[in-house]
């Protein structure tokens, strides 16, 4: 899926943090939040459940282009400004797009966006249970607190499932 196809996928949401480190730093903690949040066997075995195209990590690492986590491939990845990640299974066919900008002197600011297609009466009910549950909310807000723990030199953790 290239940019143009990101684009056309209707938008769902999007969320910002604000991270006291430069975009190298941030870059760095998200490709590392990106990579360990999705390596559980929970995410493994929802992959399976629901049949995600990428069930398992592969490619370059750190995070690059090519590079897959379990649910989802990297499409572009650009030092310092971000990284798209596409994944589709039986209900949806989505996009997760991180961009890094500046919001001040050291500070960065991350953005994750969310855009997703849920074909027909089964792609409907997915979408009510994860979006309209408020779970991917949650999801998405707690990889952002991990990249900015991470970032800022605090305790790595994971950002949850």
């Known amino acids: 899926m290239d940019f143009a196809e990101i684009l056309a996928l209707p938008h769902v949401d999007t969320h910002t943090a ?4 430069g975009p190298d730093a941030v870059r760095r903690a998200l490709v590392e939040v990106l990579d360990t949040s999705f390596s559980g066997r ?4 929802f992959a399976r459940l629901v049949g995600c195209a990428d069930r398992g990590a592969g490619g370059p690492r750190p995070l690059a282009e090519g590079s897959a986590v379990v649910g989802f ?17 039986r209900f949806s066919s989505y996009a997760l797009v991180f961009r890094l900008d500046t919001a001040g002197t050291g500070r960065t ?22 979006i309209g549950t408020g779970g ?17 030199g605090g305790r790595p953790g994971r950002s949850g499932r």
């Open 42 to 45: 929970g995410a493994a075995g």
């Open 136 to 152: 991917h909310r949650i999801a998405v807000q707690r990889m952002l607190s991990a990249v900015r723990r991470r970032a800022e």
């Open 109 to 130: 600011r991350v953005q994750a966006q969310t855009r997703a297609r849920f074909p027909g009466p089964a792609g409907a009910v997915y979408r009510g249970l994860v």
């Open 73 to 89: 491939r990297v499409a572009a990845a650009e030092p310092d400004r971000g990284l798209a990640l596409v994944g589709r299974h």
């Open 18 to 21: 604000v991270v006291t480190a």
